[in-house]
C-alpha cells in the first residue's frame, strides 16, 4: 500500500530544509534606540527642501537606469544616451502637465453652465424625502449657525452707541507696474521651477557617474562585505525600477479605458479624467479612489438624471477589478515586498514628513529601506517591519501558537503546509521542531507544569484535527498510480527519496519516555503510522513506569516506539528497554531521541542502540517509521556486567563445593 510513500527530505524547493536548528537560534533583531530614530526624522522634516529633490532625482535614476543601459547597447554614446533618456522624460512630464493645466481652465470655465443640474438634483432630494429629510436639517442647522455668527459680530456693545457716522466715499485706484504684474505671475513659479531644474541636473549627474557613486558607497558602508553591499545595490535598483516601470504601464493600461469610456459617456474632458487617473494611480490605495470621485461629480453635474453617475461608477469598478486581479498580477513578475500594512503606514510617515510628493514617493521609498535591511544586518528591523517575508520560522510560529493554547490556528497553519507536502514531512520539519523548543524552554526552567501541558494538549488536538488528512493520504496511497504519474527514475530531484514501508499486518505502540511533550510528538508518530496501514495503539509516559508496565497489553504488539525529546534520557531509555523486553521477550523496542538534525550519523545510531539492547534508535520521523516497520527479529536481552560478574561467582563457588 505504502511502497512508493515518500518521506519529508525531497522537494527542497519549498524551503522547510532551511529551518535552523534549535541549539542555533536565529539572532535576536537589534533595533535603534529612540535618539538615532528622532534625530534621523527631524533631519528628514526639517532638511526636505534639501532631502525631497534628492530622493525624487535617486527614484528617477534607478526608473532611467535600465533606459539608458539599453541605449548603450545600442551604440549610442554614454552622455547622448543620458541627455536623451533624461530630457524625453521630463518632456513627457512636461506635456503631460500642459494638458492637464488647459484641461483643468477648460472645465473651470464651463462649470456655471453645470449649476442648474446640481441645483436640480438636490431639489429632487428634498422633495421625494431622501433619507429621512437630512439634506433639510443640516441646511436648517447650517443657517442659523450663520445667522448666529452675523448677530454676534453685528451687535455693538451697548457702551459703544453713537449716532451713526455718514459713510466716506472711497474710490481704489490701482497703479501696478507692468514689471509688478509679471513680479505677481512668474514669483510663484520661480520655487518649483527652480527644484525640477535642480532635479533634471542631479538626475544627469547621477546617470553619467552611477559607476564611480556605486564604487564610493561601497567603499563608505560595505567594503567589508563587498558580496552583501552589491547584492543589495542590485536588488534595490531591481526593485525600484521594475515597480515605477510596471506601475507606469499598468496605470497606462487602466487610463486610457477610463478616457475612452468617460468619452463614450458623454463626460466632458475625458482626456483630463484619465490623465489624472494614470497620475493618481501611483498614490497607494486613496489615488484611485480621489480618481473616480472627480468625475463622478462631473457625472453628476452634467446631466439632470442619474443614469450617467451609474454607467461612471460601473466603468471604474470594472476597471479596478480587471487592473487589480488580471493586469497587475500578470506584469508584476515579483511583488515590491511590502506588506500591505506596511504601505499604508508608510504613506501616512512620508505625506506627513514631505507633504503630496511624499505620499508619492511613498512605496518606492520603503522598498530602498525594506532592501537595505534585508542585506545589512544594522537595518535588518526595516525588513521586519515592512518586509512581506515570513518573520518567524515555520516551527516557531507553529510553537507559538500551541504556546498560546490555540490549537485551531495550529491547525490552519498545518493544512496549509499539507497542501505541498506529506503529513511526515510536516511532521518531521515542522511540528517536532516546534516541540523541540517547548523542550528547550522546559529545560531552561521558563515553562511551568500547566503550561507544558497546554501546549503538549494543544498539539494532541491538532493531531486529531490532521485526522481527515491522514485518512486522505491514506487513501492517495491505496488508489493504483495511473501511467503517466509514474516517477521518473532518472529524475535527480527524486534520489535522495526514501521509501516508507508498508505496516499492514504490523501492530506498533507509541509512547513518550518521561513527558506530556513526549506523549505529543508520540502521537505524531502513531498518525503518521497510520496512514501506512499500521495497526497502532497509545500510551503515555506515566504508563512506562516501574509499577505500570507489566500492566501494558503486550500480547499483540510487535514493536513499541518510546520518543524522547530530551536527548540527556539515554539512561532512561536503557532502563525502559530492559523492562518492556522482561515484560515480552519477542517484542521489539526501538528508541526515538527527536532531532531536528534528523539526518544523523547511522553508526552513532547502531552503536547507541546496542549500549542500550534497543533494536533500533531513530533521531527523526522517517527513520523512526522505518524501524518500527522493519520485520527483523527482535535482540534478545542482554545481561547487565553485574549481574554477570554475579553469576559466574555464583557458579565458581558451587563447582568448588562439588570438587571438595
Known amino acids: 500500500m505504502a511502497a512508493n510513500r515518500r518521506n519529508g527530505m525531497a522537494s527542497p524547493a519549498h524551503g522547510l530544509e532551511d529551518i535552523l536548528s534549535p541549539a542555533a537560534p536565529h539572532p535576536r533583531t537589534s533595533l535603534p534606540n529612540v535618539a538615532t530614530i528622532v534625530t534621523t526624522v527631524a533631519a528628514l522634516y526639517f532638511g526636505r527642501e534639501v532631502f525631497l529633490p534628492i530622493a525624487i532625482a535617486l527614484l528617477l535614476t534607478f526608473a532611467l537606469a535600465p533606459l539608458v543601459s539599453a541605449l548603450k547597447r545600442a551604440g549610442i554614446p554614454r552622455i547622448a544616451a543620458v541627455i536623451v533618456s533624461v530630457l524625453g522624460a521630463f518632456a513627457a512630464l512636461a506635456l503631460f502637465s500642459f494638458i492637464v493645466a488647459t484641461q483643468v481652465s477648460e472645465l473651470a470655465q464651463n462649470i456655471p453652465v453645470y449649476q442648474a443640474n446640481i441645483l436640480t438634483k438636490v431639489r429632487s432630494l428634498k422633495e421625494t424625502g431622501v433619507g429621512g429629510g437630512i439634506i433639510a436639517r443640516l441646511s436648517k442647522v447650517v443657517e442659523r449657525v450663520g445667522q448666529e455668527i452675523d448677530r454676534q459680530e453685528t451687535s455693538p456693545p451697548a457702551a459703544t452707541l453713537e449716532k451713526p457716522r455718514e459713510p466716506v466715499p472711497v474710490e481704489i485706484v490701482s497703479r501696478e507696474r507692468p514689471l509688478e504684474v509679471l513680479q505677481n505671475i512668474v514669483g510663484p513659479l520661480i520655487s518649483p521651477l527652480g527644484s525640477a531644474?535642480?532635479?533634471?541636473?542631479?538626475?544627469?549627474?547621477?546617470?553619467?557617474?552611477?559607476?564611480?557613486?556605486?564604487?564610493?558607497?561601497?567603499?563608505?558602508?560595505?567594503?567589508?562585505?563587498?558580496?552583501?553591499?552589491?547584492?543589495?545595490?542590485?536588488?534595490?535598483?531591481?526593485?525600484?525600477?521594475?515597480?515605477?516601470?510596471?506601475?507606469?504601464?499598468?496605470n497606462i493600461v487602466y487610463a486610457v479605458p477610463i478616457a475612452a469610456g468617460l468619452w463614450v459617456l458623454g463626460i466632458p474632458n475625458a482626456l483630463l479624467w484619465g490623465l489624472l487617473a494614470l497620475g493618481l494611480r501611483f498614490v497607494p490605495y486613496i489615488g484611485p479612489a480621489i480618481g473616480m470621485l472627480l468625475p463622478l461629480f462631473l457625472a453628476l453635474a452634467v446631466a439632470p438624471g442619474w443614469s450617467l453617475v451609474l454607467w461612471t461608477a460601473a466603468l471604474f469598478v470594472v476597471m479596478e477589478l480587471i487592473t487589480g486581479n488580471v493586469v497587475e498580477p500578470w506584469l508584476y513578475g515579483s511583488r515590491t515586498g511590502l506588506s500591505s500594512l506596511a504601505i499604508i503606514v508608510a504613506a501616512i510617515f512620508w505625506t506627513w514628513l514631505w507633504g503630496p510628493l511624499g505620499l508619492v514617493l511613498s512605496t518606492p521609498l520603503t522598498v530602498c529601506l525594506v532592501v537595505l535591511g534585508r542585506h545589512v544586518p544594522q537595518f535588518e528591523f526595516l525588513d521586519v517591519l515592512f518586509g512581506n517575508e515570513p518573520v518567524l520560522e515555520p516551527h516557531a510560529r507553529l510553537y507559538?501558537?500551541?504556546?498560546?493554547?490555540?490549537?485551531?490556528?495550529?491547525?490552519?497553519?498545518?493544512?496549509?503546509?499539507?497542501?505541498?507536502?506529506?503529513?511526515?514531512?510536516?511532521?518531521?520539519?515542522?511540528?517536532?521542531?516546534?516541540?523541540?523548543?517547548?523542550?528547550?524552554?522546559?529545560?531552561?526552567?521558563?515553562?511551568?507544569?500547566?503550561?507544558?501541558?497546554?501546549?503538549?494538549?494543544?498539539?494532541?488536538?491538532?493531531?486529531?484535527?490532521?485526522?481527515?488528512?491522514?485518512?486522505?493520504?491514506?487513501?492517495?496511497?491505496?488508489?493504483?498510480?495511473?501511467?503517466?504519474?509514474?516517477?521518473?527514475?532518472?529524475?535527480?530531484?527524486?534520489?535522495?527519496?526514501?521509501?516508507?514501508?508498508?505496516?499492514?499486518?504490523?501492530?506498533?505502540?507509541?509512547?513518550?519516555?518521561?513527558?506530556?511533550?513526549?506523549?505529543?510528538?508520540?502521537?505524531?508518530?502513531?498518525?503518521?503510522?497510520?496512514?501506512?496501514?499500521?495497526?497502532?495503539?497509545?500510551?503515555?509516559?506515566?504508563?512506562?513506569?516501574?509499577?505500570?508496565?507489566?500492566?501494558?497489553?503486550?500480547?499483540?504488539?510487535?514493536?513499541?516506539?518510546?520518543?524522547?525529546?530530551?536527548?540527556?534520557?539515554?539512561k532512561h531509555a536503557r532502563f525502559l528497554v530492559r523492562r518492556l523486553k522482561r515484560a515480552k521477550a519477542a517484542l521489539r523496542v526501538g528508541i526515538v531521541f527527536w532531532s531536528q538534525a534528523a539526518n544523523e550519523d547511522k553508526e552513532a545510531a547502531e552503536k547507541l542502540a546496542r549500549d542500550i539492547n534497543a533494536d533500533f534508535v531513530a533521531h527523526g520521523m522517517v527513520d523512526a517509521v522505518v524501524g518500527a516497520l522493519s520485520n527483523e527479529p527482535p535482540i534478545a536481552l542482554k545481561l547487565v556486567a553485574k549481574r554477570r560478574m554475579r553469576r559466574q561467582r555464583t557458579t565458581s563457588r558451587k563447582a568448588s563445593a562439588a570438587s571438595t
Open 197 to 250: 531644474g535642480l532635479i533634471i541636473v542631479v538626475v544627469i549627474f547621477m546617470l553619467l557617474e552611477r559607476e564611480d557613486l556605486r564604487d564610493r558607497f561601497i567603499r563608505l558602508v560595505g567594503y567589508g562585505d563587498l558580496h552583501r553591499t552589491t547584492e543589495a545595490l542590485q536588488d534595490a535598483g531591481k526593485r525600484v525600477g521594475r515597480y515605477l516601470l510596471m506601475q507606469l504601464v499598468v
Open 400 to 570: 507559538q501558537r500551541l504556546l498560546a493554547g490555540d490549537p485551531d490556528e495550529a491547525t490552519d497553519h498545518a493544512e496549509e503546509m499539507l497542501e505541498e507536502k506529506y503529513l511526515v514531512e510536516f511532521y518531521d520539519k515542522v511540528a517536532i521542531p516546534a516541540l523541540l523548543l517547548g523542550e528547550q524552554d522546559r529545560a531552561r526552567g521558563v515553562m511551568g507544569d500547566q503550561q507544558r501541558r497546554q501546549v503538549a494538549e494543544s498539539a494532541l488536538a491538532m493531531v486529531a484535527n490532521l485526522d481527515d488528512s491522514a485518512h486522505e493520504e491514506a487513501e492517495e496511497e491505496d488508489a493504483p498510480p495511473a501511467a503517466e504519474e509514474e516517477p521518473d527514475d532518472k529524475d535527480p530531484s527524486r534520489e535522495d527519496e526514501t521509501e516508507l514501508p508498508d505496516g499492514t499486518d504490523m501492530s506498533v505502540l507509541c509512547t513518550g519516555g518521561r513527558g506530556e511533550l513526549d506523549d505529543a510528538a508520540a502521537g505524531m508518530l502513531a498518525q503518521v503510522l497510520e496512514v501506512q496501514g499500521t495497526t497502532v495503539s497509545k500510551a503515555g509516559f506515566a504508563d512506562m513506569e516501574p509499577a505500570n508496565i507489566r500492566r501494558l497489553e503486550l500480547e499483540t504488539i510487535d514493536t513499541v516506539v518510546v520518543g524522547f525529546l530530551n536527548r540527556d534520557s539515554i
